[in-house]
């Protein structure tokens, strides 16, 4: 399994390399977002790619936005702003999480960790494999969904995590925190924004496919929810 790094600051590229080959994977680099983007149309084996924001020639939101064009691949989103709307973009371009330089690596590889779980389908075996709800049909095997009239939803790990979880639970309000805990596999740290931005994303997808249905409700100051019909 290969995980792409990808910085136009080759100290931090290699810093990293070094806790990914500890982890027993195997490092692709690259400089800059087109070089990106050409190692991943080139290495099928790539799992899952570390980002850079701020880089010449295609910054990181620009080769976000390219990669979701016809790729779920997992995405860690590295940046020296700490600022929540930049954390935010991100997200919304469709990055599955987001590191603010200077970092840790443990906690990069932390997360890393946990987004290939996820995006490798680890869910509980006593979870329902097909569910069925308003007008959604939800295969946990697969990871597919698709609307009661077979119209194909294309989600990230992360959304499909959080639908799953909604909808195996239907009527039941979770928290941002809760939603977190259980779909990243990480302890919540200030997650309420960042499960907002990827809930508000699953909400447009579903939306768009379904002709405007709104299936996850907002408990505001509570949670979320589905609601069986």
């Known amino acids: 399994m290969?995980?792409?790094v990808v910085d136009d600051d080759k100290d931090i590229v290699e810093l990293l390399s070094i806790y990914i080959k500890n982890e027993g994977y195997e490092v692709e680099k690259a400089y800059n977002?087109?070089?990106?983007?050409?190692k991943l149309n080139t290495n099928p084996e790539?799992?899952?790619?570390?980002l850079d924001?701020?880089?010449?020639?295609m910054d990181g939101l620009q080769v976000v936005r390219e990669i979701r064009k016809d790729s779920q691949i997992p995405v860690l989103m590295l940046s020296a702003k700490a600022d929540d709307l930049d954390k935010i973009q991100g997200l919304i371009q469709g990055a599955d999480d987001y590191v603010t330089k200077p970092f840790n690596p443990l906690e990069v590889?932390?997360?890393?960790?946990?987004?290939?779980r996820r995006s490798q389908h680890e869910v509980k075996n006593e979870e329902p494999d097909r569910i069925e709800i308003g007008p959604l049909v939800i295969k946990k095997d697969s990871h597919e969904v698709e609307t009661s009239e077979g119209v194909a939803i294309q989600l990230t790990a992360l959304e499909f995590g959080i639908l799953y979880l909604l909808a195996s639970h239907p009527n039941r309000v979770f928290s941002a925190d809760e939603i977190f805990e259980r779909v990243w596999q990480q302890e919540s740290v200030v997650s309420a924004k960042t499960v907002m931005v990827h809930v508000s994303h699953l909400r447009d997808k579903i939306e768009e496919a379904t002709k405007g249905e709104k299936v996850i409700q907002t408990v505001w100051g509570v949670g979320y929810k589905i609601e069986s019909r």
């Open 2 to 4: 290969k995980i792409l």
């Open 33 to 38: 977002g087109k070089e990106a983007l050409t």
């Open 46 to 50: 790539i799992a899952l790619m570390i």
């Open 53 to 57: 924001i701020m880089m010449p020639q």
């Open 109 to 116: 590889m932390a997360r890393v960790r946990s987004l290939l």
